[in-house]
């Protein structure tokens, strides 16, 4: 392996678009290069789809893209019939689960699975322990950030990234009001923090309605790519600011 091969793998950046309903934005996502594609299975969730909706999106996805079965506070029973649909799905719990709730909807962690922490906005986000947070759900495959606002989801927010701890020994996904404008500053600022990072959009990728806010659901397959580009700006940053070589083509 090259040695700018390595430098790649060592910055790559993993992606998520989260909250598609539309063969064309699967596709579209697809077609940029994302690691992961997210379902919500919660259903007064705006983007919510059902589980044999969640089953026909996911058969659309090549080999090597992750789908993503997004819960909210559902009983073992269900997310495994859920996942029965899907076989190749990590989980990702969005709600109040415990650790117990979760090994036991994923036998135990064989399922891989993503717990998400939501962390306060405003100066908040300084008193959240994501250390002893993380440490507590350490068989989740990674911990996933996301802004605590009324109900669940981040509601395309943002937190203080600079509040979070210096040091997380743990695989982070960021989330909760990116866009390919801020995704690049985010990176910066979280990716030294932790093991390896990951980001997770939603909203940041959704097309404008009349009023400009975002049409839940409806992606933007535009968007998408310049969210992706950016994200690999950013990558690219890191490894030459890191390592002091210049910008990987």
């Not at 030294?192 to 806010?213: F, H, I, M, N, Y």
């Not at 535009?222 to 083509?249: W, Y």
Request: overall charge neutral; some cysteine.
């Amino acid at each position: 392996m090259s040695l700018s091969s390595s430098l790649r793998g060592l910055h790559r950046t993993r992606i998520k678009i989260c909250g598609l309903t539309r063969e064309s934005d699967v596709d579209a996502a697809v077609a940029a290069g994302v690691d992961a594609i997210g379902f919500v299975l919660y259903a007064p969730s705006p983007r919510a789809v059902s589980v044999q909706r969640a089953a026909e999106l996911a058969r659309r996805l090549p080999a090597f893209v992750t789908p993503v079965l997004l819960f909210v506070n559902e009983s073992a029973a269900q997310v495994q019939a859920a996942c029965a649909h899907i076989g190749n799905a990590l989980c990702q719990f969005h709600g109040d689960e415990s650790l117990a709730d979760c090994l036991a909807a994923t036998n135990h962690g064989a399922r891989p699975f993503v717990r998400a922490a939501r962390i306060p906005l405003g100066a908040g986000a300084a008193q959240f322990d994501l250390v002893k947070y993380a440490a507590s759900y350490s068989p989740a495959q990674a911990i996933l950030l996301d802004a605590h606002v009324e109900g669940y989801g981040g509601g395309g927010q943002a937190f203080h990234w600079s509040l979070l701890p210096p040091s997380v020994n743990a695989h982070l996904v960021l989330s909760g009001g990116l866009t390919p404008a801020n995704v690049g500053d985010g990176i910066l600022q979280v990716r030294p923090r932790c093991k390896t990072l990951a980001v997770d959009v939603s909203s940041g990728v959704e097309q404008d309605g009349p009023d400009g806010k975002p049409l839940r659901g409806l992606k933007d397959a535009e968007k998408i790519h310049r969210f992706v580009a950016a994200v690999r700006a950013a990558d690219a940053q890191l490894a030459n600011t890191s390592h002091g070589f210049l910008p990987i083509p």
